[in-house]
């Protein structure tokens, strides 16, 4: 294992532990045998350690069992690590903001749901509408995926506890679902399911505040002041005609679709940005591995797209699903150059619901 040369004993330490939980193992003998360092660990050491063991796991929502494990028993340590003071206004402090709020409603949804289980014929309807009316639990979700995730990738080597994250996210966002539209009359199911979300919700509250936030915070460099865009004319130019970069940019707004551009080395070049985008992007994705803008359980399939493409086995790919009452079609493209080479991949989105629900003609305004 790399990390066996890391200068940090403690972290060597903290990976044997964890590899030690991953086996299985969980006698609280072997939780006394590393007492020492678990009581003292700091979030950058625990990050460092989460790294080593999930950056070489072939699939790392295996591993969601030992890992909840492995950051209970360091309870003791992260929550008395003084936490850093996040500037005003800035992302660390907008998405601690976002978590308070979502640990304020999850507290109401743990307070009713235990005087609920104490009633005979209890009302979850009360509780089923408090879970799904938490709409910012997908809006926060997806922002730490669009925006701090690309950001930490890049300003921090041992990023790979970000993959798990994700995964657990949207275990945590299935569930909600699920307890928002139980139906079933057998009680016990529902609790389940709810306890099912409140925990998974609340493992990713405490990770985000104890460790992500921390570690994010010291390897986080200062925004950049912005530069103002200027247009250039002929910035695009062929035989069929020439557009300047703010007609480029209109055309690329107003088209009924999102389209990405991902180069010969799985990185994100370019992303057009309609005012009403299927799938949400932010400029911190430019640069960013393709494999690490989607969730674990879809990494595997883009893979073997990208693949294909790559070997020249496949020119096209085309997948289409319901997404939140949307029929949504999405096609792959290999863009290759006159000889042949492979230059990158067309990603190309459509909410095609008003187009599958069309019929017979139209042929006036």
């Excluded at 950058?44 to 080593?52: G, I, R, T």
């Excluded at 569930?175 to 919700?201: G, L, M």
């Excluded at 551009?261 to 640069?287: A, C, L, M, T, W």
């Excluded at 693949?307 to 079609?329: N, P, Q």
């Amino acid at each position: 294992m790399e990390l066996l040369n890391h200068p940090n004993p403690t972290v060597l330490r903290l990976v044997e532990y964890l590899t030690i939980l991953c086996k299985g193992t969980t006698e609280k003998s072997t939780y006394e045998s590393y007492a020492d360092i678990l009581e003292c660990a700091t979030p950058f050491e625990v990050n460092s350690a989460l790294d080593a063991v999930l950056s070489q796991a072939e699939d790392v929502t295996a591993l969601t069992v030992p890992v909840a494990r492995f950051i209970r028993s360091l309870g003791k340590a992260l929550e008395a690590y003084p936490l850093p003071t996040y500037v005003e206004g800035s992302l660390l402090s907008s998405l601690e903001a976002e978590n308070e709020e979502i640990g304020r409603v999850t507290r109401w949804m743990q307070e009713l749901g235990k005087k609920l289980q104490k009633e005979k014929d209890a009302d979850i309807s009360e509780l089923k509408k408090l879970a799904a009316s938490c709409t910012l639990l997908r809006e926060h979700y997806v922002r730490l995926q669009n925006e701090l995730f690309p950001l930490f990738e890049q300003s921090n080597a041992e990023h790979a506890c970000v993959k798990l994250m994700w995964s657990i996210q949207d275990t945590a966002l299935s569930c909600q679902k699920e307890v928002a539209a139980f139906s079933a009359r057998d009680i016990t199911s529902f609790w389940k399911v709810f306890s099912r979300f409140y925990f998974h919700v609340e493992v990713l509250r405490y990770r985000e505040h104890y460790i992500l936030y921390p570690v994010a915070f010291r390897s986080l460099a200062p925004p950049a002041p912005e530069q103002k865009r200027v247009g250039t004319k002929g910035v695009f130019s062929s035989v069929t005609g020439s557009l300047d970069q703010e007609e480029l940019e209109q055309i690329f707004s107003l088209l009924p679709l999102d389209v990405a551009f991902i180069d010969n080395e799985d990185r994100v070049k370019f992303y057009s940005d309609p005012p009403h985008r299927i799938f949400p992007r932010s400029p911190q994705v430019i640069g960013r591995l393709v494999q690490n803008c989607h969730p674990p359980k879809s990494v595997g399939t883009v893979q073997a797209i990208l693949d294909s493409f790559k070997e020249g086995r496949e020119d096209t790919a085309e997948f289409y699903l319901t997404l939140r009452g949307k029929f949504v079609h999405i096609q792959y493209y290999a863009v290759r150059s006159m000889d042949g080479s492979y230059l990158g991949t067309l990603e190309v989105t459509q909410d095609a619901t008003h187009l599958r629900n069309l019929s017979g003609e139209k042929r006036l305004l």
